[in-house]
């Protein structure tokens, strides 16, 4: 398989290659003759794994490869012509089901939603995880994505002052050392190249392609998407920072506009009384946003694409280990569970017998979804898919049980309407009914 492009950024090449191994049995029925020639038709299904290469080639660039396994199977028929004693002929047809997957966290998951969102990926893979990623509500229009002319406008001045007269096949030749010697070029290199977003370009990615809450978008994709409850505690800080109250207080007002800020009293959903206080609540609010986030994009996704599995999971389980109180379940924490790597050796942290249980629950989850797109399995809690009739259903990994919710973390505390609040300001920042 092989695509081949010319775009804005340069001639683009994509080779791909698809071994299969598979067996299983061939069903002879009745022989038939038609005219002088004796026909053994047959019904074949067959099982086993696929291993899928690709490269990826842009001049000047070089190229990139990957390369992924996955269960597969086939089924068809065919038939044997016997033209004479030492001759014969097969004709076959079959269809061929893989179950590729894509999966990643934080910047990772940011990539799967690209190739969920490029139509050169169509096909490619059934199944999609993104941990830890807002961007599935991300649309043209908002600050989400930029174009690719918008984007050489912005970073064509920085790499002039400070390549001058370079043109980017000289920039390209350049040893990697060039663009980390100063610490004030990296930072004003990095502003004007990196971002949340890929860019626009009309070919990788368009302005309809990117919008993932059309319908239709997923294209018969089954996804999990979730976070963590503690998102940025590892990301921004550490257990003693502390910001003034007010400046937390100010941040929050200005992003939810002064009249969501005030009828929700959200000083009273964030109570925050000393700076330690307003730090943590600031930070614990970030997280609270993404879980909103999640819910809805998650029924949205479902409502959209009605023949795509969709789950959603929120991950409130504290690691052992320093500090637990303020790190709580931090960004990509939920890893050593999903991929149930946990191990009592020197150097490990002090897993509890109910770590090992949640982490073989959780990667039986994950590994169902990966065969069948559906995670749901027997002695697994039940994993409803998010619906808008079941209020954007998700599976929460609490600290002590796992089970599915529709309402807020905080039901029965003083803090449950944080869900409320946060909804309602996704809902008018993204412009959608839900």
Known sequence: MATFALTGAGQVSIKSHLQNILAGPRIFVAPQRIKKYKVNPF??????????????TQINIG???????????????????LATRHWAARADFDLLRTHFADAGQSAGSRNVRSLLSTPLAKGLFQRAIMHSSPTVMAQPGKPNFVTFEDKIAKASPVFQKYFPGKTLDDLRKLPIEEFYNDPAKVDALYGVSSGLYAAIDGNVLTPDSVDLLKQGALNGIDVIIGTVADERTALDGAPGKDIEPAAFQAYWKKLLGEDLYASSSFEKLYP?????????????????????QNRIAGSILKAKNPGSKVFVYYFDHPTPGRDREYYGAWHSSDLWYTFNSLRNEPGQRQWTPYDFALADQASSLWANFVKTGDPNGEGLPAWPQSERSNNG?????????????SGSPYFGTSAERRSALLHDYQMKFYGVNW
Not at 393 to 405: D, N
């Open 43 to 56: 019904a074949e299904v067959q099982f086993g794994v696929s291993h899928l290469n690709s490269k990826i």
């Open 63 to 81: 190229q990139e490869s990957a390369s992924d396994a996955a269960m597969s199977w086939m089924i068809g028929g065919g038939a044997d012509f």
């Open 393 to 405: 259903s998700y599976l929460w990994f609490a600290e002590h049980a796992t089970g599915a919710s």
């Open 272 to 292: 925050a009384s000393t700076k330690l206080d307003a730090y943590r609540q600031h930070l614990k609010a970030q997280a609270d946003l993404l879980l909103e």
